[in-house]
């Protein structure tokens, strides 16, 4: 019986493999790839020269250029974020977010700028509601890692979710940026934890935590800071609370970035954070609030069959908008389309090795999606131990690769020689 199951288990292994790796690509990429597919298309979006061009690979941070050519359909190069504030007869204060990203230090600062324009002058306690959000679970391919791309994404989240500190030689945890005073969670957070002298990022949710608890203690503890900064008298319990019907809407803040700049920063640094509360918006402001990641998956969907056909968008699974979950496909073929479809915002990806484009990185994935030097998209998909991207990249800037015009297949040599 034990050996059966050992036996079936290795079939399904080996169908694994093979429908992973595909046919072998041709030289000059035969060496490099072994379990992967590249593709180069022309600017019309018909493809010139691939390699398993078919086949379903794991896309990692490539996938964001989906969720960034969504975002733009369904909200709108110029939507910013919003943040409502209430204040019942109390004075308390409560905050309801609608997934901002970038409710940053500075940011809230401006905010109460705008809410001693608006008479206030006292807030007792602060609330965090965090109702416009219904997520059914974690962010998918999330980890209960130190690293702030691991943060969780709330309704309300202030500073991307992580703490930014700095921690002496005798051990003692400072701020780590001048915008944000020292709060209680930096220290609960990095004290003890044996981390080096110096400066450290680290994700609020580190260990694993009650992630709406965690993000609304953040909040509040941040917003409580900066209200004694602006010199506005009360205290009061902080905590998780929705906003009362006798509460009055005082203030909605616009955040000061719109979903252009947005997408610039989380294509060119690979925002996780940024990313994904993007993607949960589209959902949201398609079918309604609260945004669940059932909606936002529908919603970006919808987009790739409008903008791509419904044949290429079948080749797209999407169960979030930043790339972490393995469970993510794509194939090369579908990359191209998407490339050619999203070039009128090509300017917005970083650009690397002399090219604009996205690159995909993880444990064993290794991938590069964007335009060549003549801006014809190319994508390199690497599903492999060995990360030879930057090798396949350099033949294809070279025009060596089949189907290019400037190289041909000499028949037995098995090497490109340059054609006549």
């Not at 996938?63 to 409502?84: C, D, N, Q, W």
């Not at 004075?91 to 608006?118: C, H, W």
């Not at 709330?154 to 020292?182: D, H, Q, Y």
Request: hydrophobic letters at 40%; a positive charge.
């Amino acid at each position: 019986m034990r050996l059966g199951r050992l036996l079936l288990t290795g079939l399904v292994m080996l169908l694994f493999t093979v429908e992973s790796v595909g046919a072998a690509c041709s030289p000059p990429f035969n060496k490099l790839i072994q379990n992967g597919g590249y593709g180069v298309a022309d600017t019309k979006g018909k493809l010139i020269s691939s390699c398993n061009a078919d086949i379903p690979y794991v896309p990692a941070s490539v996938i964001k250029v989906a969720t960034a050519l969504a975002a733009f359909e369904i909200l709108g190069p110029e939507y910013r974020f919003t943040t409502s504030f209430y204040q019942d007869t109390k004075k308390n204060l409560y905050i309801k977010g609608t997934g901002d990203p970038m409710l940053v230090s500075d940011e809230i600062r401006s905010i109460f700028k705008a809410l001693q324009e608006k008479g206030v002058t006292e807030i007792n306690g602060i609330y965090i509601d965090p109702s416009a959000f219904a997520l059914e679970h974690r962010v998918p391919g999330r980890e209960d890692s130190r690293n702030p791309y691991d943060a969780p994404v709330a309704a309300v989240s202030v500073n991307f979710n992580s703490v930014a500190v700095r921690v002496t030689k005798k051990k003692a945890i400072l701020s780590g940026e001048k915008e944000t005073p020292l709060l209680p969670i930096m220290e609960e957070v990095a004290k003890g934890k044996g981390y080096p002298a110096g400066w450290q990022r680290i994700n609020i949710c580190e260990g694993g935590c009650q992630e709406e608890r965690q993000t609304a203690r953040y909040a509040a503890e941040l917003f409580r800071a900066l209200q004694k900064e602006a010199e506005i008298a009360g205290k009061g319990e902080t905590g998780v609370r929705l906003v009362p019907k006798n509460a009055t809407l005082i203030y909605t803040h616009k955040n000061s970035k719109n979903l252009t700049e947005l997408t610039s920063s989380f294509l060119k640094y690979s925002s996780n954070f940024i990313s994904n509360l993007v993607f949960l918006t589209c959902g949201a402001r398609k079918y309604g609030y609260p945004a669940t990641w059932a909606k936002a998956e529908r919603a970006v969907n919808e987009v790739l069959v409008k903008k791509l056909g419904k044949k290429t968008a079948a080749a797209f699974i999407i169960k979030e908008g930043a790339g972490l979950f393995r469970r993510n496909r794509v194939t090369v073929r579908a990359t191209l389309e998407l490339l050619r479809v999203f070039r009128p915002h090509a300017g917005l990806l970083r650009k690397y090795l002399g090219l604009r484009g996205k690159s995909g990185s993880m444990k064993g994935i290794y991938n590069y999606a964007g335009y060549l030097q003549d801006g014809k998209p190319y994508v390199i998909l690497l599903n492999q131990t060995r990360n030879q991207r930057r090798a396949v990249l350099a033949r294809l800037k070279k025009g060596l690769y089949p189907g290019s015009g400037k190289y041909v297949i000499k028949k037995g040599a098995g090497k490109i020689k340059k054609g006549k």
